[in-house]
């Protein structure tokens, strides 16, 4: 009688690890969801007061609203220029403000060159000011869009009169990254996360960005859902993501000049408050101000409190 051979420890090995591959691209499949055309989502987010402009090849959507001294205002990572709603109808009463979805995010969408380097992304704003004939104004940004802000303030002193960072990037992180960052920057399966971004996955994101969660609302899910799912931003997103991960400038920022008011939520656990710490310790001309309960969007959280201070820092000598 032929007895029965058992497969050896590695081969069982293997084997369940090939099956569990298998199981996780099966997942992902089943949650893939399609882009959406850009002239559907420009009707439903791109009425007035929106604008486009061509700057760098790309169709860019931004908004320019109000009188008086400039403010420019760059969001961050997956979000749009509607995170600054809140500023703007707060500032805009003495202020002209300018926001603008920054390539590869909102309406604006892909560059075609594919160039999304925190270089590229200044050279990009300096050319949308130039195109709208801007010398001099304030600038600020959110998380990527605050690292932009500080190095597009070291590149062009001469052209930037205050700078506002809100919970932004800068540091390299010292803490285990967010899985998402982790699984972006594996090759094959960073391709197909682009394609796999359930609503619920979003909702669940926007949960962990905000200090209560309750204060993620339907039609703001939907808005984040929509515009990442704009035809080419998810593709750039992942490029985004791997390049914010490569990228060190840390010891350019005390060479900083700009005055420069540093917000943060105090229960960010995207880019920790310690980081604003940094910000204060190393800038030259610094004030940091903490807001207890929120998150890494403070001035989406809570505009009317962040947007005070910032009209305070815009208004003083």
Known sequence: MQTRRHASPAVRIAKYAALGAAALVLALLALVR???????????????????????????????????????????????LHTWEGWVAELSRD??????????????????????????????????????????????????????????????????????????VGYPREESPPLVLRLAAVPGLGRLMALCTPRFLVAASLRQVYGDPARVTEPLVTRYYDLLRRQGNRGATRAILLSLWSEDAAAEIPRVRAP??????????????????????????????????????????????????????????
């Open 34 to 80: 399609p882009d959406l055309p850009p002239q559907e989502l420009v009707a439903q987010y791109g009425g007035p007061p929106s604008r486009f402009v061509t700057v760098a090849g790309v169709n860019v959507h931004y908004r320019d609203q109000g009188q008086g001294p400039v403010l420019v205002l760059l969001h961050g990572l997956n979000a749009s």
């Open 95 to 168: 202020h002209r403000v300018i926001s603008v979805d920054l390539p590869g995010h909102g309406l604006t969408g892909p560059r075609p060159d594919g160039r999304y380097a925190t270089a590229d992304m200044v050279a990009f704003v300096d050319a949308l000011v130039r195109t709208l004939g801007v010398a001099r104004f304030s600038l600020a940004g959110n998380s990527m869009g605050g690292g932009i802000a500080w190095r597009y303030a070291l590149l062009h002193p001469d052209r930037v009169d205050k700078l506002i960072l809100v919970d932004a």
């Open 260 to 317: 420069t008011l540093i917000l943060w939520g105090s229960k960010d656990t995207w880019i920790l408050p310690k980081y604003g710490a940094y910000f204060r310790r190393d800038l030259p001309h610094a004030t940091l101000r903490v807001y207890e309960g929120l998150g890494h969007t403070p001035m989406e959280e809570d505009p009317a409190a962040t947007a005070r201070d910032v009209r305070a820092f815009l208004q003083g000598g």
